[in-house]
């Protein structure tokens, strides 16, 4: 059962025992004033209307789905950072007030850290979350407050959309688009307009400066981005991520072994880890939040929420970016059986994203010209050296069928 | 985008400090730039005049906040060559100890403090986590962990304690293994070099005119020390090289000043292995020490951060006449146009942050 099939028949239960039961006694309780409700009834008993609620039903799960992995993904970068800088990262649960208090209880209360506070401090995540909503929201003064407002919105707004976007498996997918991944990178661009956008209606140098470097990182990054995904295109001959997968597990290598896209292409994979951490905007290539030399850049004049949704919308997209680069190089969800294919899709994503948190932490972040000479000089031709050998290869394979076995794509 | 000036501090991250640096930029590269110092004027050297001599080593202390010892040490000299007081060979080989323990601490807090610089926080808490130990180390003779008021006049305030040679043996065991762990992530890091190399560049004669000194003039390439040059304590006596390196041919940048501070660390650590197993038994304070002094002394001392400068005017009285201080990071900062100007606004935290900033004693 895929996850529309599950909506559409939580759709039609909740259209027949529910909605439906619900507008009909408005429209019999009021007949002279029954146009919305009587209209709404039929429109829910019919097909149009159940398809509708249940993409509804989808789009939530994936965006539910989406959004617990965004606060395990924020709870695993503070504890890897934490070991990786010989710390303990939070450690706040609630057995841990209750030890806190009852210590506090005691004539002598100990504040020392006391191994026996045990507890994964997931529940931090839930106290910045509320430290983020009861702050103010300042607006500088002279600041151009409906761009200022609508910065965030685009950020934001665009990032979440993202998560509804690539689907965890062949049958949990809340969209299957025939053009999805071009959707996906389409939505990924959006978000420096907002950066941008931001950067300029906050009246602060600094913002500026660090939206105009974001502009400055999109030109860089994203033709040998979308270059090396060419080459995953053309093996798969579709932009469909079900296609893609399913062209890679159906490919065999040597023995029989699964020939995930990152093998044959690993110039393309190389580019594509590098340009989709720029696109993400993680370490090393934060430059528009430079903390050392722009004070967090565009967001300086945040605060609040706003900003709080700034970094989560950060998160998301690179978990968002992450799932990418799985669909495309890593096999998807393809994996051995008795795992069920969204937990193998979710532990590749987060294999990608725990790499990501060990280079954020381990190295320093470079300069403006220093990404625009990588991007131009040394990504974009080795982009197309990818190209090349994937129509090498697509042309040249039937006659090592015996070793490689793709699928038939032209 | 036109040509404009933005002003970093003096809240900002790259200051280190309480200072501003405005900078002209067309774009992202600095076309002009003009420190403005003085936001941590506290008038140490007339507050000076007004105590006794003997008091004034609890404000030298406070001088610089990374290297107190090494300040209030060239204020000791400078107040024992105005007594013409003898100090006992051991207490020169416990303050040369001193000296570099603290030495270690301000290059590790220096190297802790450039790190998120250029982006790299973890780096930042390897340095500190490292300062720590020797903070630990300094805290057993002295009783206190950041103002020791350790060096006193004719001596220092008291012997070491039982295993205290123990204790920093294995201390600076740790440390070296460290340092060597550290490489990989630093120095032979690619990203790292991309960021130092070939940045903030100015040739040893040029630091000369400029006055700067101190490990930003060894990374030129200069073999300037003045511990060897105008050498005090036991320097002489002890096994030890002067640490230079240099980018090119008589230049340094971001990079080699950061490997002449790594350099002098590991040497620090030689120093002090040296003094452990040279020191005499004796006594730790001159027996006698005046109180009243006339006349005038001028020491200069290898500061971590270059040549510190004292001068003291007595006459005749329990209080200096005229007290003058002379930072090397006054001349340093100062100098920054010099080597800020043609770099991109991204380099301005790495060149600022390589020359080792500490405001307290730039504003004195």
Known sequence: ?410 | MAEMWISMGPQHPMTHGLWTLKVKVDGETIVDADPELGYLHRSVEKMGERRKYFMNTTLTDRLCYASSTTWTHSYVLAVEELMEVEVPTRAQYIRTIMLELQRLASHLMWAGAYMPDLGHITGALYFWRDRELFLNLLELPSGSRLLYNYMRIGGVKRDLPDGFEQKTERILKLFEQRLDEYADLFENSKIFRMRTEDVGKFTGTQAMNMGITGPNLRGCGVKHDLRVEDTYEIYEEIDWDICTREAGPGYSDCFSRYMVRIDEMKESVRIIRDCFKKMPQGPTMSSRVPVRASGEAFRRTEDSRGEALMYLVGDGSDRPYRWKIKSPMFTTISACPHYLKGYKLADIPAIMGSIDICIGETDK
């Open chain 1, 1 to 410: 059962m895929t996850l529309f099939g599950l909506c559409k028949t939580m759709a039609e239960l909740t259209a027949e025992k529910f909605i439906v039961p619900v507008l009909e006694f408005q429209r019999n309780l009021f007949p002279p004033f029954s146009y919305p409700a009587g209209d709404l009834a039929d429109w829910f008993a019919s097909e149009g209307g159940i398809v509708t609620l249940a993409w509804i039903y989808a789009v939530n799960i994936a965006f539910a789905v989406g959004m617990t992995n965004l606060i395990l993904v924020i709870h695993l970068e503070r504890k890897i950072a934490a070991r990786i800088q010989d710390r303990r990262g939070p450690m706040l649960s609630l057995r841990a007030f209750r030890e806190l208090g009852e210590d506090l209880a005691g004539e002598a209360p100990t504040w020392r850290f006391k191994g026996n506070y045990s507890g994964i401090g997931i529940i931090q995540n839930m106290a910045d979350g509320i430290k983020a909503i009861t702050k103010e929201l300042i607006i500088p003064n002279k600041a151009d407050k409906f761009l200022f407002s609508m910065g965030p919105i685009i950020f934001i707004s665009s990032s979440v959309f993202l998560l509804v976007l690539f689907p965890l498996s062949d049958r949990f997918a809340a969209s299957a688009a025939p053009a999805g991944l071009m959707v996906i990178m389409a939505a990924f661009s959006i978000a420096p307009i907002g950066v941008l956008t931001s950067g300029w209606a906050s009246n602060n140098k600094y913002s500026m400066i660090g939206g105009m470097r974001s502009a400055a990182q999109l030109m860089s990054y994203e033709i040998p981005l979308l270059l090396s995904m060419a080459g995953v295109f053309l093996l798969a001959g579709s932009y469909n991520p079900v296609d893609i997968v399913e062209q890679q597990r159906e490919a065999t290598w040597l023995f029989g072994l699964p020939m995930w896209n990152f093998i044959p292409q690993f110039i393309g994979f190389i580019v594509f880890m590098i340009c989709i951490l720029a696109e993400v905007e993680r370490v090393p290539f934060d430059l528009p939040e430079a903390e050392a030399e722009l004070v967090e850049g565009w967001t300086t004049e945040y605060s609040g929420i706003r900003y709080m949704l700034f970094l989560a919308a950060e998160y998301i997209r690179g978990f968002a970016g992450a799932a990418v680069a799985t669909i495309l190089f890593l096999g998807g969800w393809a994996g051995p059986w008795p795992v069920p294919p969204e937990i193998w899709f979710l532990l590749k994503v987060y294999l990608i994203i725990i790499f990501w948190i060990f280079i954020r932490w381990t190295v320093p972040r470079i300069r403006t010209d220093q990404i625009l000479e990588l991007g131009w000089k040394k990504l974009l031709p080795l982009s197309l050296i990818n190209i090349l050998i994937v129509i090498f290869m697509v042309e040249i394979y039937p006659y090592f069928d015996d070793i490689v076995n793709l699928p038939e794509v032209f």
